[in-house]
T-cell receptor
């Protein structure tokens, strides 16, 4: 799987938008970009995924750069329940997910 | 949505005993499931890929005779930690793959070996 780079941590105020960046400069043309998040003592939770076009769902939006070398997960209004570690993962042909260290998002009142 | 359950959610066992962890896809069929391990303050590490009706594929460094995986049906995969030792204490998480390589994860099983 292609390696991704994310900031170790980010902070946000509640009710404000959050933009979580991810660099994946070695992504191949067929790799999907997946985002998962993990709350403390829980299994990861699927957030969103995309290939080339921007994607929206009830949880978040995914903005993918035109060259696909980076992407941004957008939480439109952060809540305390969004505090988690967010993982950006590119999936290769083996369909295996390789988890990096992710971005720890802190949300404050 | 796709729901994956694990049982038990936590288990404490004595050193040398074996522990079985179940992973079930509740509302969908999964030909491929994955088993991960997560130590405190670390990220998830893939242990093995479990395919229904065939032998599991283990990642490098994972002992297949110690971590027995059985995927006998399209909704159930089991991980048995044999002859458990304190260093096997960890958070074990399974996932099931759906289309476009998306995986849905179980809530995890915390294993403590005394």
């Amino acid at each position: 799987d292609a390696k991704t780079t994310q900031p170790n941590s980010m902070e946000s105020n509640e009710e404000e938008p959050v933009h979580l960046p991810c660099n994946h400069s070695t992504i191949s043309g067929t790799d999907y970009i997946h985002w998962y998040r993990q709350l403390p003592s829980q299994g990861p939770e699927y957030v969103i995924h995309g290939l080339t076009s921007n994607v929206n769902n009830r949880m978040a939006s995914l903005a993918i750069a035109e060259d696909r070398k980076s992407s941004t997960l957008i939480l439109h209004r952060a809540t305390l329940r969004d505090a988690a570690v967010y993982y950006c993962i590119n999936t290769g042909t083996a369909s295996k997910l390789t988890f990096g260290t992710g971005t720890r998002l802190q949300v404050t009142l | 949505g796709a729901v994956v359950s694990q049982h038990p959610s936590w288990v404490i066992c004595k050193s040398g005993t074996s522990v079985k962890i179940e992973c079930r896809s509740l509302d969908f069929q999964a030909t491929t499931m994955f088993w991960y391990r997560q130590f405190p303050k670390q990220s998830l590490m893939l242990m093995a890929t479990s395919n229904e009706g065939s032998k599991a594929t283990y990642e490098q460094g994972v002992e297949k005779d110690k971590f027995l995986i059985n995927h006998a049906s399209l909704t159930l995969s089991t991980l048995t930690v044999t002859s458990a030792h304190p260093e096997d204490s960890s958070f074990y998480i399974c996932s099931a793959r759906v289309a476009t390589d998306t995986q849905y994860f179980g809530p995890g099983t915390r294993l403590t070996v005394l």
